[in-house]
């Protein structure tokens, strides 16, 4: 038997997503579906999904910020605990915080600065900043 697990949750969040976005709303049901698919890959993920609720609930923790010239864009989200404005890459599902690494070492399947850019572009709040090129050159 093929292992296609790995690309299978991925998926499901992908549907689950525009769910959320269809619906314009985050519903009790959907957290359910998001804990179930991010919950299969242990207790981190079940962490990303409750620190990305908690990134929701501040208004303005997200930000896309995209370059002037060349329309880059990356995201900026700021963490309930720390404060620090972390950079996001939801594409490639990288993230300048410390969880990043556990993402990879347990192969869970995104932090939960990454899950809330997913959440907050599905829920169509995200602020949308434009930077000028050298800035965002400097970007982590
Ligand atoms: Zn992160």
Request: hydrophobic share 40%.
């Amino acid at each position: 038997m093929r292992d296609t697990a790995a690309a299978t949750p991925i998926g499901a969040l992908d549907a689950l997503l525009h769910s959320i976005s269809t619906a314009g709303d985050l519903t009790d049901n959907h957290i359910l579906t998001l804990m179930h698919i991010v919950g299969q890959r242990g207790n981190v993920t079940t962490t990303s999904v409750l620190g990305a609720l908690r990134i929701l609930d501040n208004p303005g923790s997200v930000q896309k910020l995209v370059a002037r010239g060349t329309r880059r864009a990356v995201y900026q989200v700021k963490d309930p605990d720390s404060e620090i404005k972390l950079t996001c890459r939801p594409a490639l599902r990288y993230c300048t915080c410390s969880q990043f690494f556990q993402v990879l070492v347990r192969e869970s399947i995104m932090c939960e600065h990454v899950l809330a850019v997913k959440l907050t572009e599905a829920l169509g709040t995200l602020d949308k900043t434009e930077i000028s090129d050298e800035s965002f050159a400097d970007l982590p």
